[in-house]
C-alpha cells in the first residue's frame, strides 16, 4: 500500500509563498507521475501541476503558470509544489497524487491520493 503524506500547508497573505512538500512511502510502476490538485467545499477537485519521476517534464493548469511551480527529489520519493504570488483565489486543500499517465489532468488518472493539506490566503 502506498501512502502519501502532505505537509507545509498554512495561512499566508496575498502575494506570499507557501511550498508543499508530498512525501511518498514507496515509489510504483504506476506511480510513474505525480501531481498536485485542489479543492474547495462545493467545488470539484481540480488539477494544479504534475511531474514525472524521471525526466523534468512538468505540466501546469493555466490558472497557476507562472507561479506555482513543481519539482522532485526521488532520492527522498518526495514531491514538491512551490506557490508564489498566492491569491484568495489560491485558498484550498491541496491534495498530493499519484498515478501512471504522463500529463494527466483528471482526478480519475491518479490511483493513489494523500488526506490533503489547508491552504489559505487572505486578502
Known amino acids: 500500500q502506498v501512502q502519501l503524506v502532505e505537509s507545509g500547508g498554512g495561512s499566508v497573505q496575498a502575494g506570499g509563498s507557501l511550498r508543499l512538500s508530498c512525501a511518498a512511502s514507496r515509489r510504483t510502476f504506476s506511480m510513474s507521475v505525480m501531481g498536485w490538485f485542489r479543492q474547495n467545499p462545493g467545488k470539484e477537485r481540480e488539477f494544479v501541476a504534475s511531474?514525472?519521476?524521471?525526466?523534468?517534464?512538468?505540466y501546469y493548469a493555466d490558472s497557476v503558470k507562472g507561479r506555482f511551480t513543481i519539482s522532485r527529489d526521488s532520492a527522498k520519493s518526495t514531491v514538491y509544489l512551490q506557490m508564489n504570488s498566492l491569491k484568495p483565489e489560491d485558498t484550498a486543500v491541496y491534495y498530493c497524487?499519484?498515478?501512471?499517465?504522463?500529463?494527466?489532468?483528471?482526478?480519475?488518472?491518479?490511483?493513489?491520493w494523500g488526506q490533503g493539506t489547508q491552504v489559505t490566503v487572505s486578502s
Open positions: 511531474i514525472r519521476w524521471s525526466g523534468d517534464n512538468t
Open positions: 497524487a499519484g498515478g501512471g499517465v504522463p500529463y494527466a489532468s483528471s482526478r480519475g488518472a491518479y490511483n493513489y
